[in-house]
């Protein structure tokens, strides 16, 4: 089965096509490229890309009646997380300030700044290139709500000032939970915590990870959903955990 995913002008696959299917794509989407997604590189999320058709990696993508501009050989773009961004856009609210600390380039922020429209969000990522299309976005959508700021969370000069933090990163998430605790404000707040887990260790890696974690700031988890966003291997799953904790 062909599958495919288009990207403002460009669609991204998952495999090598043949002239047959890579005519059929440019006849039915007049795209202007298409680019095999083979992975992200490193903690800079650096995309792994063929180019199949084309040579333009840069476009400029609507999605949710926000604008979202981006090179495909330089930033990523997370084909199967689309619910998840339109979810993220209803979930704040005018009184928050909110950080998210793995923004790249406003998955997450660009559309909570459009339609919750909280107070400040703290757009923080260390990759230059992805912030310099997160400045672009936010220009693009005309938002006056979102910092951003160009740097490793773990050393950023904020604390104890957000009711929202977003951790939209997976694979070595946990290891950033104690910035995420360092920035909520003392009351407590929401932590959207993302992941790769085994079903089966949701609760016991996921769940209770963030349960020490919290202790160990003096805070405790008072209530928590978790989202099944997408199989990422067998067995394996890519999961948010909304947990919100209170300061003891």
């Known amino acids: 089965m062909l599958k495919y995913q288009k990207v ?24 202007k490229t298409i680019v095999k997604y083979e992975g992200i590189k490193g903690d800079l999320r650096r995309p792994k890309i063929k180019i199949i058709y084309g040579s333009e990696t840069e476009t400029i993508h ?8 981006l090179d ?19 979930i704040s609210h005018p009184r928050e300030v909110v950080v998210d600390m793995f923004a790249g380039i406003g998955y997450f922020s660009i559309p909570m700044a459009k339609y919750s429209r909280p ?7 260390i ?44 694979l070595k998430t946990r290891f950033f939970l104690d910035k995420a605790f360092q920035l909520l404000k003392e009351e407590g707040g929401v932590i ?16 209770c990870n ?7 700031y003096n805070y405790r988890l008072t209530s928590y959903h978790v989202h099944m966003i997408k199989k990422y291997a067998p067995g394996v799953w890519h999961i948010v955990i909304d ?3 209170e300061g003891r």
Not at 62 to 69: A, P
């Open 8 to 31: 403002g002008d460009i669609v991204l696959v998952k495999r090598d096509l043949s002239q047959e299917e890579i005519d059929y794509i440019v006849n039915k989407t007049r795209c």
């Open 62 to 69: 609507k999605e949710y009646g926000c604008l979202f501009k």
């Open 72 to 90: 495909v050989s330089k930033v990523m773009w997370s084909m199967g997380n689309i619910e998840e961004r339109k979810r993220m856009a209803h």
């Open 119 to 125: 107070k400040r969000i703290y757009g923080v990522e």
């Open 127 to 170: 990759n230059p290139d992805a912030y310099y299309y997160l400045e672009e976005n936010i220009r693009l959508n005309k938002l006056k709500n979102v910092v951003p700021i160009l740097e490793d969370n773990r050393n950023l000069d904020l604390e104890n000032i957000a009711d929202r933090v977003i951790m939209g990163y997976i």
């Open 192 to 207: 959207h915590y993302h992941d790769t887990l085994p079903e089966k260790a949701i609760y016991s890696e996921g769940v």
């Open 210 to 216: 963030i349960i020490k974690t919290a202790e160990n």
């Open 243 to 245: 947990a919100r904790v």
